[in-house]
Every structure is written in structure tokens, then in C-alpha cells.
């Protein structure tokens, strides 16, 4: 069963605090790992993606860490801004299935306030 | 500019009617996505297609139907036999070299 479950579903956070939100998927032939951040009523937009050689990437202000062992991995959003709001969603694809399917978590809502 | 457009923003279906969303890409993919979004059940995949006069059914194919006649383009038809039709629905390109995935701006469909 592909299936990538994400957690919490909503999370508010205080501005210059740190969000997390955490994923674990199932199919151990995953291997890549995309954050897609999505504002009201627009399309979703890559945010940062990690392959499963390195445990962390770091892009500005977001990191993502990678626990192959666990099968989880996880999005830090540090200092985070109200602008910051919106829904996250992590996913995950096999590459070397042909299909080139991404499975996606059902998402979490982010609300940063002042 | 490269990119996906997906018209119209906004759909009206009445009960009982087909309703066609278009999604038109010039980022020169192989593959094509077309995608549902309900509140708080992500982002459900509903047809694929990564060669053009090929697809393949999603996870929640029942009640749709595409086609992929050229390489630019992939429309979905919503059906009447999709008993709860309204949502967001996102069209999404894909590099088959790559691995990033291109969200276009989506259509919102409602029934009324």
C-alpha cells in the first residue's frame, strides 16, 4: 500500500517560533521526498525535496530532515513569518518504477500569528 | 513564460451535465497528472498520462474520463455519473528526467 500519512493536521505557531510537521511512509522503494506549500485557492508549489542519501537539506529558513530507518521525515520551518501560512503537503515517489507517481500526505494547515 | 494553464478558474455543473476543464502545458512534459482536492483528504489522483495517447486510471477514476491527444494538452471531463463532483481540481505536469511536479492554478467546480 503507497501511503504517506503527515502530521499534525493543523498547527498554529507564534511569529519567530519553529513549525514542524512530521510524514512516515510504507513503500521502502520511495526515493524522493518533495514539501509542497499551497496558498488559498492556488496550485501547490515545490518548497524543497530531499533523495534518501543525505539525512537533512537546509533551504533558507526550511530544513528537511530524513530518518531512512524510521521511514519518516520531517519539515522545520525556523523564525517562521505570518507569510508563511498555508497548507503543507509532503509526498513521496519511486523513480525507478516508470510511473512517476507522487503520493502526497493529506496535508497541514499553518497558521503563524503575530 | 513556461507553465501550466488551467481554465476556467471557476466551473458551474448542473445535475446531469458533462463539464470539460482544460489544462494546457508549454514546459514540453512527457507526463500529465490531473488531481482532487477536498478539504482535509490531500491531493487524490484521478487519471495520469506520461505518453500522449496513453492514460491511466488513478485512484478515484470512477465518474471521469481525459483524453491526451497532444502533448500540451490533457482535459478532464467530468461525467454525470460522478455522483459528488465538487471540488478543487489540479492539473499538474511532470519531467519524466526530473522529478519536480508543476501545479497549475486549479478549477474549482461546483454543482448547483
Known amino acids: 500500500q503507497q501511503q504517506v500519512k503527515q502530521s499534525p493536521q493543523s498547527l498554529i505557531v507564534q511569529k519567530g517560533g519553529i513549525s514542524i510537521i512530521n510524514c512516515a511512509y510504507e513503500n521502502t522503494a520511495f526515493d524522493y521526498f518533495p514539501w509542497y506549500q499551497q496558498f488559498p485557492g492556488k496550485g501547490p508549489a515545490l518548497l524543497i525535496a530531499?533523495?534518501?542519501?543525505?539525512s537533512e537539506k537546509k533551504e533558507g529558513r526550511f530544513t528537511i530532515s530524513f530518518n531512512k530507518s524510521a521511514k519518516q521525515f520531517s519539515l522545520h520551518i525556523m523564525d517562521s513569518q505570518p507569510g508563511d501560512s498555508a497548507t503543507y503537503f509532503c509526498?513521496?515517489?519511486?523513480?525507478?518504477?516508470?510511473?512517476?507517481?507522487?503520493?502526497f500526505g493529506k496535508g497541514t494547515k499553518l497558521s503563524v500569528i503575530p | 513564460d513556461g507553465g501550466i494553464t488551467q481554465s476556467p478558474k471557476y466551473l458551474f455543473r448542473k445535475e446531469g451535465q458533462n463539464v470539460t476543464l482544460s489544462c494546457e502545458q508549454n514546459l514540453n512534459h512527457d507526463a500529465m497528472y490531473w488531481y482532487r482536492q477536498d478539504p482535509g483528504q490531500g491531493l487524490r489522483l484521478i487519471y495520469y498520462?506520461?505518453?500522449?495517447?496513453?492514460?491511466q486510471k488513478g485512484d478515484i477514476a470512477e465518474g471521469y474520463s481525459v483524453s491526451r491527444e497532444k502533448k500540451e494538452s490533457f482535459p478532464l471531463t467530468v461525467t454525470s455519473a460522478q455522483k459528488n463532483p465538487t471540488a478543487f481540481y489540479l492539473c499538474?505536469?511532470?519531467?519524466?528526467?526530473?522529478?519536480?511536479?508543476?501545479f497549475g492554478q486549479g478549477t474549482r467546480l461546483t454543482v448547483v
Open positions: 530531499i533523495r534518501p542519501d543525505v
Open positions: 499538474a505536469s511532470f519531467n519524466l528526467r526530473g522529478s519536480e511536479a508543476f
Open positions: 498520462s506520461q505518453i500522449v495517447n496513453d492514460f
Open positions: 509526498a513521496a515517489s519511486n523513480s525507478g518504477a516508470g510511473s512517476y507517481q507522487l503520493t
